[in-house]
């Protein structure tokens, strides 16, 4: 015998189920008056610093169709490539965004939006500075354990290619999954479940 | 969002998640999952700054009545039919170290097993008094309580004739954004958890046995509500003492 480690277990995901809504974003789903406001429906306000951008997107699944009932996160940097966490020690960041965002994919194309700025840079463990990119969260019906990926910023071909994680990938028709189109301000960035298109998810 | 108390931010890296021990993303006797689920193996990546910081969210996000799911919905001086419960427990990490600050948020059906949601079919009615959602932020000592109905089983469309057990979702932050976890709690001694496809997807009985909340004897509160414990456990950090630290750190 040894001594135990003492260590526990992760609590199990359970599927966000058809209802997530009611829980994360109940304005959405029509019960108004419990919470004056949907969590992470803003992300930016008049004071926000950097280029504003929007991104938009949808989660596709197997037979092309896109989830209408999925619930997306984002977390980001600001523009200065600093997190509003106590985690980040290496600054303050821009008390005027959150950097986190929640959203619904739309009840009738499945579309979810951000209003957000574009991210500074962020450095690697050993130092190199990744390129800019934001950390997504898929949860759904359907979806046993929350799926996370990150985009990319097709108007950065050069952070992209000496990126940490972009360079990792082996299948490299496959970096593109992460890399949205830039069309004026807005990005997009459609997230395929599976298929031929799937978007390289993350086990971090 | 704000800081959480006086104690220094703990900046490593979460323990490598045990994918063995959650559900698979295939799982076809979930119907819903053969279409949604991932083919191809996970990229891995040891935390980044990207992961390992995350939101945190003050208290004051948070109204009187949040933690309240018999009262937040229900006309003055009403409340919501059901039977009144107290759930109450405390979110660790894996190493056991309570995790406060942590934002929870939970919703479930009414006492009849009817969601307030314009896709939801079942026949059962909705209480005009009954929302259904709720959140409340953990204390210093990773502990938190809400008061609200006990939800009833409800049928879904999956099988000919599958039935979900009395369930309530949680939905947690943690201090790291790969520390986000959506889940559910089951209640002890229902017969129904081993019959439904999606506990079942967990294909580990011991960590089913993590989502079933024992009945609290001791914190019932008489003539008022039992109360069920139910304790979250969410990844676990690495000490960052001996771990290469970025310039300016």
């Not at chain 2, 004739?161 to 949680?170: G, K, L, T």
């Not at chain 2, 001694?189 to 580990?204: A, F, L, N």
């Amino acid at each position: 015998m040894v001594q135990d480690l003492g260590y526990l277990k992760e609590s199990p995901s359970q599927t966000a189920g058809p209802y997530v809504h009611i829980g994360c974003t109940p304005n959405f789903a029509g019960i108004t008056g419990v919470y004056e406001a949907d969590l992470g429906a803003a992300m930016v306000n008049d004071k926000t610093l950097g280029e504003r951008i929007t991104i938009r997107g949808r989660v596709i699944d197997g037979a092309g169709t896109p989830l209408k009932d999925a619930l997306v996160e984002i977390w980001q940097a600001d523009a200065g490539g600093l997190y509003n966490s106590p985690s980040e020690l290496r600054g303050a960041a821009d008390p005027n965004f959150s950097g986190w965002g929640r959203c619904p994919t739309s009840a009738d194309e499945g579309v979810f939006t951000f209003e957000t700025v574009k991210p500074g840079r962020v450095p690697y463990k050993d130092g190199r500075r990744m390129a800019p990119h934001i950390t997504f969260w898929i949860v759904a019906r359907g979806i046993n354990i929350g799926l996370h990926t990150r985009m990319y910023f097709a108007d950065e071909p050069e952070a992209n290619a000496e990126d940490p994680l972009l360079v990792r990938i082996e299948h490299r028709h496959r970096v593109a999954t992460l890399v949205a189109p830039r069309e004026g301000s807005i990005y997009t960035f459609d997230i395929h479940l599976q298929g031929e298109k799937e978007t390289v998810f993350l086990d971090i | 969002m704000s800081d959480l108390s006086n104690k220094k931010p703990e900046t490593g890296a979460f323990f490598q998640r045990d994918r063995a021990w959650h559900a698979p993303a295939l799982t076809p006797g979930y119907k819903t999952s053969v279409l949604r689920s991932p083919q191809k193996a996970l990229l891995s990546l040891d935390g980044t700054i990207s992961e390992i910081t995350g939101p945190v969210f003050g208290h004051s996000i948070l109204g009187e009545l949040d933690n309240d799911l018999i009262h937040n919905f229900a006309k003055p001086g009403e409340s919501a039919i059901g039977e009144r419960i107290i759930v109450h427990g405390r979110v660790l990490d894996e190493r056991g170290k309570p995790v406060p600050g942590a934002l929870l948020e939970f919703w479930q059906a009414n006492a009849g097993g009817r969601y307030r949601h314009k896709k939801e079919t079942y026949l059962a009615p909705l209480d005009p008094n009954f929302g259904g959602c709720g959140r409340t932020i953990t204390d210093e000592d990773g502990g938190y309580r809400f008061r609200t109905i006990k939800p009833g089983p409800y049928p879904w469309p999956n099988g000919v004739n599958d039935w979900r057990p009395a369930h309530i979702h949680f939905s947690v932050f943690g201090h790291g954004f790969a520390q986000r976890l959506i889940t559910q709690m089951y209640f002890e001694g229902d017969p129904m958890i081993w019959k439904c496809p999606i506990v079942t997807t967990i294909p580990d009985r011991r960590a089913i046995e993590h989502l079933i909340a024992p009945l609290d004897w001791a914190n019932t509160i008489p003539m008022d509500a039992r109360a069920y414990k139910f304790d979250i456990v969410l990844r676990g950090r690495r000490s960052t003492l001996f771990e290469n630290r970025l310039e300016g750190n």
